[in-house]
């Protein structure tokens, strides 16, 4: 099956890019990057290397290359050589104030009709509370164990 995008780098790109692979300082990626595109050239100068190859030549995986074959052609040579921005917004983090209410509430008076505080229990009480807007049990797990607060 014939690879789905082609590369086919000028004498003016493929210079650019041979220049960065023997610059000095570079990041790690944009150095893998540009010596993927080198391999992966389908122009005169010599015959391109299989996807399956220059993954492994490179240590990345096959899918890695093909989105870079791809981000090139669509999007040109610098848009391939740097890393893509992120697409939505960062994940929650939860600080050590998530943590000193979380474990505030644990050492609090249990709910009515229960004796003590569970892992499920804290977590649903702290969504209502608006602690956070959604958050697991493994996170109120990991948080009070951060504490050495036992629930017990």
């Not at 692979?21 to 015959?47: M, N, Q, V, W």
């Not at 391939?80 to 474990?103: M, N, V, Y």
């Not at 229990?121 to 608006?130: H, Q, R, T």
Request: net charge positive; with cysteine.
């Amino acid at each position: 099956m014939a690879p789905r995008y082609k590369i086919t780098l000028t004498e003016d790109e493929r210079s650019q890019l041979e220049g960065l692979t023997r610059k000095g300082s570079i990041a790690a990626a944009k150095y893998r990057f540009a010596r993927a595109l080198l391999l992966c050239d389908a122009g005169p100068h010599g015959e391109p290397w299989k996807v399956a190859d220059v993954a492994k030549a490179l240590g990345v995986t096959q899918r890695t290359i093909e989105h870079l074959k791809q981000r090139f052609v669509e999007e040109g040579m610098d848009a391939a050589l740097e890393r893509k921005a992120r697409s939505g917004p960062p994940r929650i983090t939860f600080d050590g104030d998530f943590d000193a209410r979380i474990t505030a509430l644990a050492c609090s008076e249990p709910p009515e009709g229960r004796t003590r505080w569970t892992i499920r229990l804290l977590a649903d009480k702290a969504v209502e509370m608006n602690i956070a807007p959604s958050v697991s049990t493994m996170t109120i797990h990991r948080s009070l164990k951060k504490t050495s607060c036992a629930l017990t």
